[in-house]
Every structure is written in structure tokens, then in C-alpha cells.
């Protein structure tokens, strides 16, 4: 039977992507299957294929990282401030979103144009004067300050107002006429319904504050207080002699549980980015 051109270009999309997501996935492979090597064996297989193939696997390189540096209490550090980003943010930026999306009170459309000026300003722009606010209010190296400049995100207001804007404003009537208050219709209708987009969020934001690096850097001194990016930094800056090794099994650590979140969560983060209108 002849292929239609449909399903020929189909197939032909199938092993482009296909092509693409093994490219991309050699770098991680040879990552992983490295941090289980010697130095020296990685360094024999360099420049063959064996590079990417597991043998004489060890667990030395995590052992002495986990051991020597205690970079055990940094992924605790990284998954506590993680956590309390997203489950503030999932708060705040939600209110937000819904009362720009379910309310009309003077100054709300200036409210919303301003919000969407604010994405296109970078964080590196406005870090400066983060930094500044938070000293001047004796914040640097508490957790508070750490945290509390980045639970408002003008992206994620954005994303929940345009999910929240879809509810028909007939349903939110009727549920007054009903007796059901603007919090009560939140919490039991708006919330139940928008799952995917708070998933979304929460994955996105989980992901931002893990690999964040430069707020970090700047908030944080104490070694003990410090997320697991920065802390492999500054383990492997004060040292004379990096081991690839031991690189690549602290870059392997620092990436499971963004791969393992992501993995679980990626159909509600297609979902929700498909019903906030995200082209």
C-alpha cells in the first residue's frame, strides 16, 4: 500500500525529532555514564565511542562528594527554598491573576499593561536594586530575603489571568446569586478546574529557583545556607585541580530532580501552556 504524502511527511517529522532528542540527549548520557568513571578511564575513552559506554562503573565520585563536601545539605537547602517559592508563588501569583481576570475596580487595565511591560525588563536589570532593598533591610543571608523578591513573578500573573479570564462571567453571577462568595467560588471552582496551570507554574517556578545561580550569589555568604548551584561552585573555584569526575556526578546530581519533575509533570505543563494561550 502507497504512503500518502501526509503520513509520508509525518514519518519524516517522527525521525526528525527523533534525531533531534538523541543529539540532545548525547551530552546528558555521556554526563551520567562518566560520573561513574575513573579519571583516567574517561580520559582513555575520550576519544572513542566508549566514551558513551557504561564500564568499570564506580561510585567513588559521589561517595567523596557527598562525604568531603556535604553537598547533601545543599540539595536539602535547594529543595527547602524550591518548595517555599512555589507554594507561596502558586498564592500570591494566583490572587493576582484572578483579580485581574474576575474583578473590574478603577486603574486595573493601567494595572495589566504594566505587568505586561514588567516581562520584557531582564532580572539583570532590576537585581541591583533588589540587592539593595534587601540589605537596607538587614535580609542578607535569611531566608526571608532569599525567597520573598521573587514569589511575585509578572509571567506567572500573566499565565493565571489568562487561564482565569476564560471562566464565563455568567458562572461567577450565578454563583453569587447563589450565596457563593468570590473566595468560596475560588476555592472550590476556579482552583478544581485550572489544575493544569497551577501545575504548570509550579513546575516552571521549581525549575527557575533550582538552577537559579546569580540572586544566589549575591543574597547568600554562608556556605551552610547556600542552594546545591552554588555551593558546587564554590567547591570546585577554591580547588587547584578539577576532576571530570567528580564534575560530572556533582552536575548529575544537580540535574535528577529537574529531569524527574519535568518527566512527571510535562503533559500538565503542554496542557497548561496550551489553555493559558501560550503560542
Known amino acids: 500500500m502507497k504512503l500518502t504524502k501526509h503520513r509520508k511527511n509525518k514519518i519524516l517529522f517522527y525521525i526528525g525529532i527523533t534525531f533531534l532528542a538523541i543529539l ?79 474583578y473590574n475596580y478603577p486603574g486595573k487595565n493601567v494595572l495589566f499593561v504594566f505587568i505586561i511591560a514588567m516581562m520584557i525588563v531582564p532580572i539583570e536589570a532590576i537585581i541591583l536594586p533588589m540587592y539593595l532593598v534587601v540589605h537596607n533591610l538587614h535580609l542578607l543571608n535569611t531566608i526571608p530575603g532569599y525567597i520573598l523578591p521573587f514569589v511575585a513573578n509578572v509571567m506567572n500573573i500573566f499565565l493565571f489571568r489568562q487561564t482565569f479570564i476564560t471562566y464565563p462571567q455568567e458562572l461567577v453571577e450565578a454563583g453569587k446569586i447563589d450565596g457563593i462568595s468570590s473566595f468560596r467560588f475560588f476555592f472550590q471552582v476556579v482552583i478544581p478546574t ?53 564534575t560530572m556526578a556533582a552536575l548529575t546530581i544537580a540535574s535528577i530532580p529537574v529531569i524527574i519533575i519535568y518527566s512527571i509533570f510535562q503533559k500538565y505543563i503542554v496542557e497548561g501552556a496550551v489553555r493559558s494561550g501560550i503560542k
Open 24 to 102: 540532545f540527549l548525547i551530552p546528558t548520557e555521556w554526563m551520567i555514564v562518566s560520573s561513574f568513571k575513573s579519571e583516567s578511564t574517561i580520559f582513555k575513552d575520550m576519544n572513542s565511542l566508549m566514551a558513551f559506554v557504561p564500564h568499570d562503573l564506580s561510585l567513588t565520585a559521589y561517595s567523596q562528594l557527598l562525604d568531603y563536601y556535604n553537598v547533601f545539605n545543599n540539595i536539602i537547602n535547594s529543595l527547602f527554598y524550591a518548595s517555599i517559592m512555589v507554594i507561596l508563588g502558586l498564592i500570591v501569583n494566583s490572587f493576582a491573576g484572578y483579580s485581574l481576570a474576575m
Open 194 to 246: 485550572s489544575s493544569s496551570i497551577y501545575v504548570t507554574i509550579g513546575v516552571l517556578t521549581f525549575l527557575a529557583s533550582w538552577n537559579d545561580f546569580l540572586w544566589p550569589v549575591m543574597a547568600l555568604s554562608e556556605q551552610k545556607m547556600m542552594p546545591i548551584q552554588v555551593a558546587l561552585n564554590a567547591i570546585f573555584s577554591d580547588r587547584e585541580h578539577i576532576f571530570t569526575n567528580h
